[in-house]
């Protein structure tokens, strides 16, 4: 690869995935070595963590598996500690984490809702706060956090949908606060690309999903994962606040969403 990321020390959170094949914080991590970056891979599952870290050494690169909770303060403290003291800092936090609710409005319940809070929006917060004096000690950095286009149109996925919008809104305040110390924060909102989180839906579903983009071609954790790497990079050195958007045009639809 071109070293994009070379000499660079980052965090990915879920960086297991689920089961077979590839999710987003895989890929992301992945690229991330093969573009020179120093990864720790945080899990909830240390085996999935360790088994993306395997795959990262055995294609020469480094990384550092380790388990933890993103809902605990405590936990992604610990993370950012992995990195500092395995390689000396922190450049780049990549804010991967996210678990589905597939409910409407009036069939989720108070705990699901709750969940999904806890997972997919306060973990960007607590992650965040974690990493932010190891960053301003390296003079500033690159976090990454990963929303959805369920949050930017109508969605049925109630909770989810909420949360992922909760996540742009968080990125763009916190761009504002952090951008003083050089520390750049953006969004990426994939669309239907097909990961294992989906792998459930079935083969119908996943071709109505393809069809339904403007490209009709079907998105890959690969295809998120470059977009991190781009705003990872020195390459996005003026870019904060944002929300890159990776769906193969389905949000320039009229529908604007797939349901499923």
């Known amino acids: 690869m071109s070293g994009r990321l070379a000499g660079k020390v980052a965090l990915v959170t879920g960086a297991g995935s689920r089961g077979p094949g590839v999710g987003n914080g895989k890929a992301a991590a992945i690229l991330f070595a093969r573009e020179g970056a120093r990864v720790v891979c945080a899990d909830a599952v240390k085996d999935r963590a360790a088994e993306t870290a395997e795959l990262i050494r055995a294609e020469g690169g480094e990384a550092e598996p380790v388990a933890g909770d993103v809902t605990r303060a405590a936990d992604c403290r610990a993370m950012v500690a992995t990195a500092v003291d395995r390689w000396g800092g922190l450049d780049v936090v990549h804010n991967n984490v996210g678990i589905e609710s597939r409910h409407d409005v009036m069939e989720t319940t108070e705990e699901e809702w709750d969940r999904i809070m806890a997972v997919d929006l306060k973990s960007m917060l607590l992650t965040t706060q974690a990493?932010?004096?190891?960053?301003?000690?390296?003079?500033?950095?690159?976090?990454?956090?990963?929303?959805?286009?369920?949050?930017?149109?109508?969605?049925?996925?109630?909770?989810?949908?909420?949360?992922?919008?909760?996540?742009?809104?968080?990125?763009?305040?916190?761009?504002?606060?952090?951008?003083?110390?050089?520390?750049?924060?953006?969004?990426?909102?994939?669309?239907?690309?097909?990961?294992?989180?989906?792998?459930?839906?079935?083969?119908?579903?996943r071709e109505r999903r393809r069809r339904a983009t403007p490209l009709g071609t079907e998105g890959t954790a690969w295809d998120v994962g470059w977009g991190a790497v781009y705003l990872a990079s020195d390459e996005s050195r003026w870019v904060t606040g944002q929300v890159l958007v990776i769906d193969a045009g389905l949000t320039a639809t009229a529908g604007g969403g797939a349901r499923h």
């Open 131 to 205: 990493a932010v004096p190891a960053l301003e000690r390296r003079g500033g950095g690159s976090i990454i956090c990963i929303s959805s286009v369920a949050g930017l149109r109508g969605y049925g996925r109630t909770a989810y949908a909420a949360a992922k919008a909760g996540v742009i809104g968080f990125v763009t305040s916190v761009a504002v606060q952090l951008g003083p110390q050089g520390i750049r924060v953006n969004a990426i909102a994939p669309g239907t690309v097909w990961t294992p989180m989906v792998e459930d839906l079935g083969p119908e579903a």
